[in-house]
């Protein structure tokens, strides 16, 4: 079954840092998600991507991160000076696009736990 | 701000018995609510949804309920199986937002016992 992966599974950074997270999504979906979630929070969208660009962004997604894909089959997330409050998991997400009648799921990967110390 | 809440954070249930885990919105403009299932160190999986124009859905053990007038939707699993164990997210959609721009709830924390 076709699957959402992402790397690395857990990345430690010093504060200040720049971090990139990858993820591979479904080789025929066309929506890119990134989403978070804080220990013991819930998940939290981030951001939306399609057609090579961003489509939606929550108040979270600020002007230190920025998404790409680079090719055809990454989608990345880059935090650019992390700081302590940017630890936790990070998902990413893929869908297919959806007709007005037609709703579709989007299918997460297993996530990259990010620890800012 | 908690558009979607899960009330209950822990439910405990014997297997073979039927599990009800409840979602309560705030937002009228919700049109797509989803159900997911999340194990430890995995990335949530995708349950079962339903639209706004619906009340029900089922599939296979699992059946969602949408109540609109009162803001509620529920998931029923029949029968509940140890493997069932898991948190499950209720989350919801926006009409006329990015498909996975998705409201998640805290998450209900199911228990299935032997």
């Known amino acids: 079954e076709p699957e959402v992966t992402q790397t690395p599974s857990h990345q430690v950074t010093q504060m200040g840092q720049e971090v990139i997270l990858r993820c591979v999504p479904i080789?025929?979906?066309?929506?890119f998600y990134w989403y978070r979630q804080i220990l013991g929070q819930k998940v939290e969208f981030l951001v939306s991507?399609?057609?090579?660009?961003?489509?939606?962004k929550s108040e979270i997604f600020d002007d230190q991160f920025s998404v790409e894909r680079p090719d055809g089959s990454n989608f990345t997330l880059k935090i650019r000076s992390t700081k302590l409050e940017d630890s936790a998991m990070y998902f990413c997400?893929?869908?297919?696009?959806?007709?007005?009648?037609?709703?579709?799921?989007?299918?997460f990967g297993q996530g990259t736990r990010l620890t800012v110390v | 701000d908690q558009q979607v809440k899960q009330n209950s954070p822990s439910l405990s249930v014997q297997e073979g018995r039927i599990s009800i885990l409840n979602c309560d919105y705030t937002?009228?403009?919700?049109?797509?609510f989803l159900w997911y299932k999340k194990y430890p160190a995995e990335g949530p999986t995708f349950l079962i949804s339903?639209?706004?124009?619906?009340d029900k859905n089922e599939d296979g053990r699992f059946t969602v309920f949408l109540n609109k007038s009162a803001k509620h939707l529920s998931l029923h699993i029949v029968p509940s199986q140890p493997g069932d164990s898991a948190v499950y997210f209720c989350?919801?959609?926006?009409?006329?937002?990015?498909?996975?721009?998705?409201?998640f709830g805290k998450g209900t924390k199911l228990s299935v016992k032997p």
């Open positions: 080789s025929n979906h066309l929506y």
């Open positions: 937002n009228s403009m919700f049109d797509y």
């Open positions: 991507f399609y057609n090579n660009e961003i489509s939606e």
């Open positions: 997400a893929s869908s297919t696009p959806g007709s007005r009648d037609r709703n579709t799921e989007a299918f």
């Open positions: 989350a919801a959609r926006i009409y006329g937002g990015s498909q996975g721009n998705l409201i």
């Open positions: 339903i639209s706004s124009i619906k």
